[in-house]
């Protein structure tokens, strides 16, 4: 099996947050921990876990593997952290450059070969590779152990190769003892009104209501790290690190609003459709049923546009915040031309075996939406238009003929795609939906 270290990682991190010593199955192969002389608050890198290497884990390598995790429990990455090392009695001409943990994530982030005559030391400089900040330190690290046969006699892990697996994180010195005096405190911008809930290790510690000003306060705190989420809202904040005595403040956002509606009464509009837009794109469409009552829930803020399709019929610059409700009644007028045109304006396409008939109905869209035309690919439905765009090949002329000879007024866009969306974005841009 391969070394999966991502394992051993969230055994570590979630060990440490438990306020546990770190985990050292290594100490039997004589693998120490020296602890780094820093002050309560003060910001180092503590070895949070220690593994030797198991045969089937190890495959006969003879390395110290090497992983630095941020205090998010993650590793540290832009910038990346650095791990120095040396072995007794190193000479002044033997080298033991700095090891970056930069490696993907499926694998350990750096790693060092530990000759058979080495006793190696490993400790973190930091975000730069010759950094000197405080760090905990590993020693009496070695691959002289004895031979560790599997029970089928296998060997992998045998004198001069063993492996070890060392895990940093950047913490926070915590209080010694039982102080409980710390403070995590700020806001939740828009929270107002909603409950905040406290957690530490999956238990919750503490809620309270956001206060009017959206600001919140849990005082009293014991050493450990929190996560604080809004009741009923994907919004939290984990790996909040506190050590008995210091403050923390926190700022956290909701999300915009989505509960907005548009609703209303379209008149006359049995069998129509009415389409929702914002920003030149359909957002949705109802069918109307008898009454004419439509409704439109969960909308963003945003300015929006409606229209009754096959119509000229139209509402724009409706205007809402997230959480407003808007009203807007329109009304179809009824047909009394005295004509059997049934149809103001259609634009028909090509025929399905029609060159670039699927791109010019999608180059289209913005033009049918903005002007809430008709559009398909039937003839004998263009037939009781007043006035039919035909875009595209597809129609020959004494097709469009007998349209112009029942009444019609046609327009035939040719040339390529790029030609036929031009002219289309021009009529948008001076709000002409048919040439003049």
């Known amino acids: 099996m391969a070394f999966d270290h991502q394992k051993y990682n969230a055994i570590y991190v979630e060990n440490h947050q438990a306020g546990n010593p770190p985990l050292n199955d290594a100490a039997g192969y004589g693998v120490k921990i020296e602890p780094a002389d820093v002050a309560v608050g003060e910001a180092y890198w503590q070895v949070i876990g220690v593994h030797h290497l198991r045969p089937l884990e190890n495959w006969s390598n003879h390395h110290v593997y090497l992983e630095i995790l941020g205090q998010d429990g993650n590793r540290l990455r832009n910038p990346i952290g650095w791990v120095g090392w040396t072995w007794e009695n190193r000479q002044q001409n033997e080298p033991a450059r700095p090891v970056g943990v930069d490696k993907p994530d499926n694998e350990p982030g750096g790693n060092i070969a530990v000759g058979k005559n080495q006793l190696v030391s490993v400790w973190a400089n930091g975000r730069t590779p010759g950094g000197s900040d405080k760090s905990d330190m590993v020693t009496g690290i070695r691959t002289t152990h004895p031979d560790e046969p599997l029970p089928d006699g296998s060997l992998y892990n045998t004198w001069g190769h063993h492996s070890f697996y060392v895990v940093f994180q950047e913490v926070v010195k915590e209080a010694a003892g039982n102080q409980a005096d710390s403070v995590i405190f700020g806001k ?208 020959t002329r004494p097709e469009l003929k007998k349209l112009r000879d029942g009444g019609a007024e046609v327009e035939h866009l040719g040339g390529d795609s790029y030609e036929i969306e031009t002219i289309l974005s021009q009529r948008i841009k001076d709000n002409q939906a048919f040439g003049s």
């Open 188 to 395: 939740v911008i828009d929270g107002a009104g909603r409950t905040l809930r406290l957690s530490r290790q999956g238990t919750t510690a503490a809620e309270q209501p956001i206060a009017d000003d959206d600001t919140f306060r849990f005082e009293g705190l014991p050493a450990g790290t929190y996560t604080l989420k809004v009741v009923g809202a994907s919004v939290r904040r984990g790996g909040i690190k506190v050590d008995g005595a210091n403050s923390r403040e926190v700022t956290l956002s909701m999300p915009a609003p989505e509960e907005s509606v548009i609703k209303g009464t379209v008149t006359n509009g049995l069998g129509h459709t009415i389409v929702l837009g914002k920003s030149g794109t359909m957002v949705a469409r109802k069918t109307l049923p008898p009454t004419g009552r439509y409704k439109f829930e969960n909308l963003p803020a945003g300015v929006y546009d409606l229209a009754v399709w096959d119509t000229t019929v139209k509402a724009a610059n409706i205007a809402l915040d997230g959480k407003n409700t808007r009203t807007v009644n329109l009304e179809v007028p009824e047909d009394d031309s005295g004509d059997d045109k049934q149809i103001d304006h259609y634009v028909l396409f090509g025929p399905p075996q029609s060159r670039g008939r699927r791109t010019n109905v999608f180059i289209a869209a913005d033009f049918l939406l903005h002007f809430s035309l008709s559009a398909g690919f039937s003839l004998e439905t263009a037939k009781l238009a007043r006035r039919v765009t035909v875009i595209g090949p597809g129609h």
